[in-house]
């Protein structure tokens, strides 16, 4: 019992260190053959040691079109072996679209810190559709 604490403190520990810019991938889709892929950061606490999970930004570019997202909403959940946040962003994007983006984001220990994974979707006010995939620069923007 004493093994399990301290593994699960530990593990606690890992992911308490973990709010600052992890990679996200955006497609910002208003037909199949229309879409646009941006790169960015989302910046949001992953753990309640470090910051309040309620608060994230996320921001995207191509170089062209940038659309930014901030929540207030973040919910917050861990079985010790992981930690769980939803946000519900409010997106803007600089041509003027606006529109709603649900995320659902995990963060494990991975090496000496700490990696997150995670997806989202949600829509603009003219149609578009906005995925994202959050964590390393290795996820498909395909679906």
């Known amino acids: 019992?004493?093994?399990?604490?301290?593994?699960g403190l530990f593990t606690f520990g890992l992911l308490a260190g973990c709010s600052a810019g992890y990679d996200i991938a955006m497609k910002v889709e208003k037909s199949q053959n229309d879409f646009e892929i941006l790169m960015g950061t989302?910046?949001?606490?992953?753990?309640l040691i470090?910051?309040?999970p309620k608060n994230a930004t996320i921001t995207a570019t191509n170089?062209?079109?940038?659309?930014?997202?901030?929540?207030?909403?973040?919910?917050?959940?861990?079985?010790?072996s992981k930690n769980k946040v939803k946000h519900l962003f409010?997106?803007?994007?600089?041509?003027?679209?606006?529109?709603?983006?649900?995320?659902?984001?995990t963060a494990r220990?991975?090496?000496?810190?700490?990696?997150?994974?995670?997806?989202?979707?949600?829509?603009l006010n003219d149609g578009s559709k906005i995925k994202v995939v959050f964590g390393d620069a290795s996820g498909t923007l395909g679906w």
């Not at 019992?1 to 593994?7: C, E, N, T």
């Not at 989302?42 to 753990?47: E, K, L, T």
């Open 1 to 7: 019992m004493k093994m399990r604490l301290i593994v």
């Open 90 to 105: 409010k997106m803007t994007c600089s041509d003027g679209r606006t529109g709603n983006l649900m995320a659902s984001i």
């Open 109 to 123: 220990p991975q090496g000496y810190g700490v990696g997150i994974f995670g997806a989202a979707s949600g829509k």
């Open 42 to 47: 989302f910046d949001g606490s992953m753990a």
């Open 63 to 80: 170089g062209e079109l940038t659309c930014n997202g901030v929540s207030n909403t973040g919910t917050f959940s861990t079985d010790m």
């Open 50 to 52: 470090h910051g309040d």
